[in-house]
């Protein structure tokens, strides 16, 4: 995995998450910066970060860092009749890291699931 991309606090940080599902996201489609905000609001609605458009500067933030990294970028889109906007893509680099970040989560999985069951008492 590229370095820097796990998050200070690991795995399973929030940051890691936001970064993963970015890449996610962006896996699938071309986005502006306020439409991936959006998504990540519908799938973290409790995260701080996404509770209010105050906050979305932090979002926006993120997503530069990502860009700095070279695992997404942008370019200027111009809509007749509006502002420009800022569309998102994935860097082959980010693809890179999108489908090993996929592959390591679904190596854990199995590991994961035994660990809580366990820590449960339950048999594994």
């Known amino acids: 995995m590229k370095k820097g991309f796990c998050c200070k606090g690991g795995p399973f940080s929030p940051g890691f998450w936001l970064k993963a599902w970015i ?8 986005l502006h910066g ?17 509770k209010d458009p105050s906050h979305m500067g932090r979002g926006y933030k ?14 200027w889109e111009v809509i007749e009749g509006g502002p420009a906007k800022r569309i998102y893509s994935l860097t082959e680099e980010g ?9 390591s989560l679904e190596d854990n999985f199995e590991f994961l699931k035994k660990f809580i069951e366990f820590s449960k008492d339950k048999e594994v």
């Open 23 to 30: 890449l996610v996201i962006l896996g699938k489609e071309e």
């Open 62 to 75: 993120l997503l530069r860092l990502l860009e700095m990294e070279g695992l997404i970028q942008s370019k």
């Open 95 to 103: 693809k890179k890291v999108r489908e090993q970040t996929i592959k």
């Open 34 to 50: 306020y439409e991936i905000m959006n998504k990540l609001r519908n799938i973290f609605p409790d995260i701080f970060l996404y």
